[in-house]
């Protein structure tokens, strides 16, 4: 569809700020600030609450500038796919033009000002975090390659490596496996989701796994990659970050990750449709869950450490 076509439907509805707000993907932000907040609180140094918060806030508005980016530029894919129709430019709410200028403008306002709160260092990784999702990704990788979704995956992953580095100034081996959780989630995610809703892509034309490898391969990926980030996730726990409370989180989680990976494996091709969808989604909602657990369960550690509790010393009182 043509820039003038999505402009010409602006003039159905009047644009209210919710719709401009839309643009900045306000879901996908929410996991942008927590996981940067986590690896800013759980960083071995003290930030002051001010420079803390706003290293969080540069930080989101630099996700949201991507995710307006991103809406500018798959306008197209998006009027064609069911689950993205209502997202504000293809409903006629805002133009492309708005949306590159918004992105664009708080693209630079989110580096500048996260390198004159915190260092450059970090407003560095930011902004090769947005030009990662919005050229690598979005204008690149989508589009020619069913593992887009695995290399893209990388510019979500950033968050809490960027937020520790914000605090730290450094990059440290705890940073990185950080961003490898991220990294290592977002394919089985994404896929189990592509699973179910297939048909959106098929008919955008976008090269998703399911659609140039079949379901059949999709899910050998899946338990594949579960079974590497299994692996990733508990060796956070032996960082500085980890501790009994996070390694406990991570066993359990990783185990029932591990099974739902293998029940969508194990799945028969001549089954129903309803009965894969429902083991599908089942997983897909886990995975919903498994992130936020254990970025929570960092959080909790880090705050834990930083009001002078030692795991170490309540087991010496219970022996």
Same mark, same amino acid.
């Given at each position: 569809?043509?820039?003038?076509?999505?402009?010409?439907? @602006?003039?159905?509805?009047?644009?209210?700020?919710?719709?401009?707000? *839309?643009?900045?993907?306000?879901?996908?932000?929410? /996991?942008?600030?927590?996981?940067?907040?986590?690896?800013?609180?759980?960083?071995?140094?003290?930030?002051?609450?001010?420079?803390?918060?706003?290293?969080?806030?540069?930080?989101?508005?630099?996700?949201? *500038?991507?995710?307006?980016?991103?809406?500018?530029?798959?306008?197209?894919?998006?009027? +064609?796919?069911?689950?993205?129709?209502?997202?504000p430019i293809p409903a006629g709410k805002v133009?492309?033009?708005?949306?590159?200028?918004?992105?664009s403008a708080l693209s630079a306002f989110a580096? @500048?000002?996260?390198?004159?709160?915190?260092?450059?260092? *970090?407003?560095?990784?930011?902004?090769?975090?947005?030009?990662?999702?919005?050229?690598?990704?979005?204008?690149? /990788?989508?589009?020619?390659?069913?593992?887009?979704? +695995?290399?893209?995956?990388? *510019?979500?992953?950033?968050?809490?490596?960027?937020?520790?580095?914000?605090?730290?100034?450094?990059?440290?081996?705890?940073?990185?496996?950080?961003?490898?959780?991220?990294?290592?989630?977002?394919?089985?995610?994404?896929?189990?989701?592509?699973?179910? +809703?297939?048909?959106?892509?098929?008919?955008?034309?976008?090269?998703?796994?399911?659609?140039?490898?079949?379901?059949?391969?999709?899910?050998?990926?899946?338990?594949?990659?579960? +079974?590497?980030?299994?692996?990733?996730?508990?060796?956070?726990?032996?960082?500085?970050?980890?501790?009994?409370?996070?390694?406990t989180v991570a066993l359990v989680l990783n185990?029932?990750?591990?099974?739902?990976?293998?029940? @969508?494996?194990?799945?028969?091709?001549?089954?129903?449709?309803?009965?894969?969808?429902?083991?599908?989604?089942?997983?897909?909602?886990?995975? /919903?869950?498994?992130?936020?657990?254990?970025?929570?369960? @960092?959080?909790?550690?880090?705050?834990?450490?930083?009001?002078?509790?030692?795991?170490?010393?309540?087991?010496?009182?219970?022996?």
């Amino acid at each position: 569809m043509s820039d003038a076509s999505f402009d010409s439907r @602006i003039h159905e509805s009047e644009a209210q700020f919710g719709d401009y707000f *839309a643009l900045l993907k306000p879901r996908v932000m929410t /996991l942008v600030v927590f996981t940067a907040f986590v690896g800013l609180l759980a960083a071995p140094v003290a930030m002051h609450p001010f420079v803390a918060f706003c290293a969080v806030l540069f930080i989101a508005i630099g996700g949201g *500038a991507s995710g307006a980016l991103n809406m500018w530029y798959d306008a197209d894919i998006d009027a +064609v796919m069911k689950r993205t129709a209502r997202r504000p430019i293809p409903a006629g709410k805002v133009t492309r033009d708005e949306a590159l200028a918004i992105g664009s403008a708080l693209s630079a306002f989110a580096v @500048i000002f996260l390198g004159l709160a915190t260092n450059w260092l *970090a407003a560095g990784l930011l902004a090769f975090t947005i030009f990662f999702y919005v050229v690598i990704y979005t204008m690149w /990788l989508k589009r020619l390659t069913p593992q887009n979704i +695995v290399i893209g995956g990388a *510019a979500g992953a950033f968050p809490p490596m960027i937020g520790w580095t914000a605090a730290t100034g450094d990059i440290s081996v705890a940073s990185v496996l950080m961003f490898c959780l991220t990294f290592m989630w977002t394919p089985p995610h994404f896929w189990a989701l592509a699973l179910f +809703v297939r048909m959106d892509y098929d008919n955008a034309t976008v090269p998703m796994l399911t659609v140039t490898n079949g379901r059949r391969s999709t899910r050998n990926h899946i338990l594949a990659y579960t +079974v590497l980030l299994a692996i990733l996730a508990v060796a956070l726990g032996f960082t500085s970050v980890g501790g009994p409370l996070y390694l406990t989180v991570a066993l359990v989680l990783n185990a029932l990750f591990l099974k739902g990976a293998w029940d @969508i494996w194990k799945r028969d091709e001549g089954a129903s449709e309803a009965d894969n969808f429902a083991v599908e989604k089942k997983f897909f909602k886990l995975s /919903l869950l498994y992130l936020f657990a254990h970025f929570g369960a @960092i959080l909790i550690e880090a705050t834990l450490s930083k009001l002078g509790f030692d795991w170490a010393s309540l087991g010496g009182l219970l022996t």
